[in-house]
């Protein structure tokens, strides 16, 4: 089972409301990603998890937060939703010296 | 960043038609991957071509890899209504976690 699945599909949020977006797998992975994706750009890595350890990259270090309470949940949360946080949030999820990463649907955020 | 010229590029071609899609990228990378996502869904890995191979081929793709110019192909033959996808070309930048994905390459094969 290759599967990874993201809570909720649909969000719509307002201005400066917090968001949380939830993420599950169960191939027992232990690195856990965050992407931001807009139109017509690429897939933005925000965040990882390897194990424990959260890493978040520098251009977004102040904008999310996660936790990954066990191995197969991790959760990517907005503490005050902007407007340019409209997109499609992407998770996904690696063993450590594998590349390949295998992703969820992703989660559409809407902020109005 | 560690894309080159990769902008989002649009392709329609009809089915059964070959076609190839190229990136570049600027640093360093121990694999290019090629991914796939179709509508509704996230990303789907394709291919993998390491640093020390020129070519790979997988049913009906084909991906190449030019370390020297840091530039890879995917070439998809015979292709299909259902290939309609974005595909997207991801580097390591030798990171042993993260990859680094190109703007994409929009493809349409009309029935």
């Known amino acids: 089972d290759t599967t990874v699945k993201q809570n909720p599909r649909y969000k719509l949020a307002r201005v400066g409301k917090p968001v949380n977006l939830i993420c599950s797998q169960t191939m027992n992975h232990d690195t856990m990603y965050w992407y931001q994706k807009k139109p017509n750009q690429a897939p933005k890595l925000l965040l990882f998890?390897?194990?424990?350890?959260?890493?978040r990259e520098a251009d977004t270090f102040e904008k999310f937060q996660s936790s990954r309470p066990n191995n197969s949940f991790c959760s990517l949360y907005i503490g005050s939703a902007g407007l340019e946080y409209s997109a499609m949030y992407l998770c996904?999820?690696?063993?450590?010296?594998?590349?390949?990463?295998?992703f969820g649907p992703g989660t559409r955020l809407t902020v109005l | 960043s560690q894309w080159g010229e990769e902008n989002l590029q649009a392709l329609s071609i009809q089915e059964g038609e070959d076609v190839t899609m190229n990136c570049s990228y600027k640093?360093?990378?121990?694999?290019v991957q090629w991914y796939r996502q179709k509508s509704g869904k996230g990303p789907a890995q394709l291919i993998l071509?390491?640093?020390?191979?020129r070519e790979k081929r997988s049913g009906r793709l084909r991906a190449t890899l030019d370390t020297s110019s840091q530039s890879s192909s995917l070439s998809i033959t015979g292709t299909l209504a259902t290939d309609t996808a974005v595909y997207f070309c991801a580097t390591d930048a030798l990171s042993n976690n993260r990859i680094f994905f190109g703007d994409g390459t929009q493809l349409v094969v009309k029935p």
């Open positions: 996904a999820s690696s063993n450590r010296g594998y590349a390949e990463q295998f």
């Open positions: 640093t360093y990378t121990t694999v």
């Open positions: 071509i390491r640093s020390n191979e």
């Open positions: 998890y390897y194990d424990k350890i959260l890493n």
